[in-house]
């Protein structure tokens, strides 16, 4: 986001006021008065509002002693736990084992924005067959999981009510427009809002128009991956927290070992996104980088509306380093991304943070009293960072890998990961039944992962590369 890619001097990061800019919405930046360092205080360090007001369960016990399954999945979030519960629906005879290093949700899944959203990143739309084919399978997706926590009778906030892609430009605004009235043309609910229906959906500084899906959303996604641990448990599939994976034989039969214990299984699921690389596959292909997000005080919906927030589950924008947003079911403002500023890639592929993560928080604040001027004085209650898995194609793939063609995997969402780790679930089980006729047409099925060069030049030409143009590489 050239319009306000910042960082504070070592000088400013000393005092107790951080600056802000005002965006025009044309890559100029003007100075607002300073904002009191207050609106941070008592701020839940590290802690993703979605982990702040849900129910875990009590901790489940780490992998203690060797253990024999038909599958071993590693990972806990969207990706591991939706393929855990397609396998043992249509497997219930097999040993399915999960290995969480931490507790279930505990990655990016539990570190999002909230949005829920159609398409996949990275392809065109080719064609009205492939758009709506597309657009039907995320939809699916988004309908499976509200079917979930109906048929199992956990309780999941999820609203449906539309996000929506704003435009700061009238020039993309423009091209923006046509594109919704092409995929209207082709039978999909998609509308261009500006004017009096863009106020009433978002009202944000700088925003000239948006493309608005009604039937995306926002979900509380630690509601669903706790009622699917419960329903896993239920089933007899063994999930481990506390239990990270530190080595991997692969072989006809994998053996991955754990602090205490191991697991020896003829088929294993990588369901680790970003933290793939650290296993050691495709170091190449895939890019953690981390997000850094801001939650508010909750407010009533009458408040949000006086300050811009009207009808809508959430929001990006269309910059080249993006900002989204979502509200949750308390009103409180998610808010995330916004400039280099706000996103880090870390030497090693690092997926923890190194040093303080609070210049990029102050400058996620900066970004949305852009967007939000009268929100200024509205106290922030938690900041978090995720982990992305970013491909330079931004398209992720699905599918088989191994000598033996037995390590299946999901990996590289590049930001649409919610929709597409629970699809993934649905993908993973067939290609694991030897059937993937359903998904060999689409482009994310064995997508290639590559062109992301080694250290030191990755960590070299990712910095020079996002300082000197404001973007992240991608081919």
């Known amino acids: 986001m050239s319009a306000a890619s910042f960082e504070e001097s070592a ?27 207050a609106v941070f205080a008592d701020v839940d360090e590290n802690s993703s509002v979605w982990a702040a007001t849900s129910n875990p369960g009590p901790p489940l016990a780490p992998l203690r002693g060797d253990l024999q399954a038909d599958l071993v999945v590693i990972g806990a979030g969207f990706t591991g736990l939706s393929t855990a519960y397609h396998l043992s629906e249509r497997f219930p005879e097999k040993k399915v084992v999960v290995l969480e290093a931490k507790r279930v949700g505990n990655g990016a899944s539990g570190r999002n924005a909230g949005m829920v959203l159609h398409w996949i990143n990275g392809p065109e739309l080719e064609s009205p067959e492939r758009a709506r084919r597309l657009y039907s399978l995320t939809s699916e997706t988004m309908d499976w999981i509200q079917g979930l926590a109906v048929a199992h009778g956990f309780p999941l906030r999820f609203r449906r009510d539309g996000c929506a892609e704003a435009l700061t430009d009238m020039r993309r605004a423009e091209a923006a427009h046509k ?15 500006s004017g009096a229906a863009l106020d009433a959906r978002l009202r944000a500084t700088g925003v000239v128009g948006a493309i608005f899906d009604p039937t995306a959303g926002r979900i509380h996604g630690l509601d669903l991956l706790h009622g699917l641990r419960g329903v896993l448990l239920a089933r007899g599939v063994s999930v481990l927290e506390d239990s990270p994976v530190i080595a991997i034989e692969e072989g006809a ?48 919906a009458e408040r949000w509306r006086e300050l811009g927030w009207g009808e809508l589950a959430g929001f990006s924008d269309d910059l080249d380093r993006i900002a989204y947003a979502s509200m949750t079911a308390e009103g409180r403002l998610v808010f995330g991304g916004g400039g280099n500023a706000a996103y880090s890639y870390y030497y090693g592929s ?6 303080s ?7 996620v604040r900066s970004i949305l009293d852009k967007y939000f001027p009268g929100a200024r004085d509205v106290r922030l209650d ?28 999901a990996v590289g969402y590049s930001g649409h990961g919610i929709t597409l780790a629970n699809l993934a679930g649905r993908v993973l089980c067939d290609l694991y039944s030897d059937h993937p006729e359903p998904w060999r ?32 590489p991608r081919r």
């Open 253 to 300: 039969s994998h053996r991955l070992s754990t602090p205490e214990g191991s697991v020896q299984a003829p088929a294993m699921v990588l369901a680790t996104n970003a933290h793939t690389p650290s296993l050691g596959y495709f170091r190449g292909g895939i890019l953690p980088l981390h997000s850094h997000c801001v939650a508010t005080e909750p407010l009533d």
């Open 350 to 355: 690092r997926t923890t943070p190194v040093g």
């Open 179 to 193: 594109e919704a009235e092409t995929l209207a043309s082709f039978g999909l609910p998609i509308r261009f809002l």
């Open 357 to 363: 993560t609070e210049p990029a928080h102050r400058f």
């Open 382 to 409: 938690h900041q978090w960072t995720g982990t992305l898995g970013v491909t330079m194609s931004r398209m992720c793939s699905m599918g088989v890998t191994g000598a033996h063609r037995n390590v299946y995997y």
């Open 11 to 37: 000088a400013e990061r000393k005092t107790a006021r951080v600056r802000c800019v005002r965006w025009t919405g044309t890559g100029e930046r003007a100075k607002l008065p300073t904002m009191p360092r």
């Open 441 to 472: 047409d689409l482009p994310f099925y064995q997508a290639p992962l590559r062109g992301i060069p080694p250290e030191p030049l990755r960590w070299m030409g990712y910095h020079a590369f996002t300082a000197l143009t404001g973007k992240s």
